[in-house]
């Protein structure tokens, strides 16, 4: 259980990008965070594992009061967090096996990681890992040898080797075409599924979030302005959160990809996520 | 449709650096008024550049019968030297720039270390190699290990500011990912920064290899040994012919080093 208590941030700059945000996450619950650009998305996910300093409010994963933690005890945190990002963020000229092993760099010790001696059950778990998300002949490729959605299911695999409690998402489909992002996205809920994991996905694409996501939570400027199920989004919601716009002509088949049956456009005035 | 609009035909790019006309021809007049003044400063004279011409030519008939072998135990001691300490010097630098080099980049350390050592890299690109030269060799005598020391002191401003320059260009969000797994700083290190760097730290390593040859010949002059100093004494004894081949071999050596450089960093890429 993640529960985020009246979170504020503002940068040095004076820009303020959070507005006292509470919200709650339960366990295996998966929570997609919209908003326009600039509203705050990216810095309320990097709050929680501090690589954002909050300027006022608290963070509690489980029984850890986040917000207070520092050097060891931080660090202990952030590996129970697993995180994924937009342009994958994999170490280009490593191994993809050592990306993987990278998400277990806060459970050995320094001389273990950087004579690549990782215990034998880490390498295992990073294997099996692999396999999960269909790499496994690819685990001594260099990083930069694979295509986007290959990177960013390295980008999962190295998250779910930190056995976190937490995943945070970062824009996880925002360099991907549509079929792959619609891959990774189902990919994301499987393991989220399998593990009985929480997760907050921060992603501008509002037909595929409400595809696949238990929850919405809607930020405009900082303030969290919506946060209701998927189907509850309405054009009222859309406008509170994104400002006037037509939005009945959006609808969740605006990618158009392979596996949604054909609708006909503008069938209903919100077309809502199956 | 509207009534079309008569729009300009002519179009000139507005000043941008300095509006004020006034300030531009002065600027202007100001420069050339100064080149004048200076070229009348140098005190140029035809009869000292002749003088000096007919010299030179001396010089070339000398340097195009080179002579290896009369002098070569001198030129084979100053080459083993010269190699020795650019050798030396280099891979002693390499050991202390990395650690400095970090340290002097912004987004990897707190900022009073950062000043400082900066303030290494400032002190050490700031004294040319002849300088830094002269001092050891004032210091620790005549002889390849004050160019050693030269070679090693002026290889760390170079070698740790293109570092550190490096690494505050290497791409955030891979370090921020291995932030976000729970590593500590040295972890930081090893993970996200050494991979970024590595190519272009070897190749400025190969860079600074080739640069270190060249300064020990020009610090030998002035008595940190190597094959400058050998140079030195044959241009003292006017032997232009022993000098000659002394500069032959020299840059052949650069000539080897620079080709073979190049092939690893192109492998590395």
């Known amino acids: 259980m993640l529960e985020i208590t009246q979170l504020c941030k503002t940068y040095a700059t004076g820009d303020t990008a959070l507005r006292e945000v509470t919200f709650r996450v339960p366990r295996g619950q998966m929570v997609g965070l919209i908003g326009p650009s600039g509203a705050g998305k990216s810095t309320l996910i990097r709050c929680i594992n501090r690589l954002v300093e909050p300027s006022a409010g608290r963070v509690r994963l489980g029984d850890t009061e986040l917000t207070r933690l520092h050097g060891r005890g931080l660090r202990q945190a952030r590996r129970r967090i697993g995180m994924i990002f937009q342009e994958y963020a994999l170490v280009e000229r490593l191994t993809v096996m050592e990306n993987v092993l990278s998400g277990r760099l806060g459970y050995v010790s320094f001389w273990r990681s950087f004579t690549r001696r990782f215990p034998g059950r880490d390498i295992e778990n990073a294997y099996r890992l692999l396999d999960r998300v269909g790499l496994l002949d690819h685990a001594d490729k260099r990083a930069d040898a694979l295509s986007g959605g290959q990177r960013q299911r390295v980008g999962i695999a190295r998250a779910l080797a930190q056995e976190p409690e937490l995943l945070l998402v970062d824009e996880p489909t925002a360099s991907l075409d549509p079929r792959t992002s619609r891959q990774i996205m189902r990919l994301l809920r499987e393991v989220c599924a399998e593990r009985d994991l929480p997760a ?41 959160i994104y400002g006037t716009e037509e939005w009945h002509t959006l609808h969740a088949d605006a990618d158009g990809v392979e596996d949604a049956p054909a609708r006909p456009a503008r069938a209903r005035p919100v077309e809502v996520a199956s | 449709m509207s009534a079309p609009t008569a729009y ?18 002065a600027l202007r007049v100001g420069a050339l008024g100064y080149l004048v003044l200076a070229l009348g400063a140098l005190e140029l004279d035809a009869a000292r550049i002749a003088e000096g011409l007919e010299r030179g030519a001396h010089f070339l008939r000398g340097f195009l019968q080179p002579d290896f072998t009369s002098r070569w135990r001198d030129i084979q001691q100053g080459l083993i030297e010269s190699l020795t300490m650019t050798l030396t010097a280099t891979v002693a630098g390499i050991l ?24 290494i890299v400032a002190l050490s690109r700031a004294l040319q190699e002849i300088i830094i030269a002269i001092f050891l060799v004032a210091m620790f005598g005549f002889g390849p290990f004050a160019g050693f020391m030269t070679l090693t002191f002026a290889s760390i401003g170079f070698l740790a500011k293109l570092l550190a320059d490096a690494i505050e260009e290497i791409d955030a969000s891979q370090s921020e990912a291995i932030r976000a797994t729970g590593a500590s700083w040295w972890q930081l290190i090893h993970y996200a920064v050494q991979p970024q760097v590595m190519p272009r730290l070897i190749g400025l390593s190969l860079y600074r290899l080739d640069i270190n040859f060249r300064e020990s010949a020009v610090i ?24 000659g081949a002394i500069l032959l071999i020299i840059i052949v050596i650069v000539l080897l080093v620079e080709y073979s450089s190049s092939h690893v960093r192109k492998y590395l890429q």
């Open chain 1, 200 to 240: 907050i996905v921060n992603i501008h694409d509002v037909p595929l979030a409400r595809r696949f996501v238990d929850r919405l939570v809607g930020l405009r400027a900082g303030r969290q302005v919506f946060d209701n199920a998927p189907d509850a989004l309405d054009e009222a919601a859309l406008t509170a």
């Open chain 2, 220 to 243: 030998g002059i002035v008595g940190a040994g190597g094959i400058g100093a050998t140079l030195n004494t044959a241009i003292e004894r006017y032997e232009y012919d022993s000098a």
């Open chain 2, 8 to 25: 300009p035909s002519r179009w000139r790019r507005p000043p941008t650096l300095i509006r004020d006309p006034r300030w531009r021809w």
């Open chain 2, 96 to 119: 202390l720039s990395v650690p400095i080099g970090i340290g002097a980049a912004r987004n990897l350390v707190a900022r009073p270390i950062y000043l400082a050592c900066r303030a």
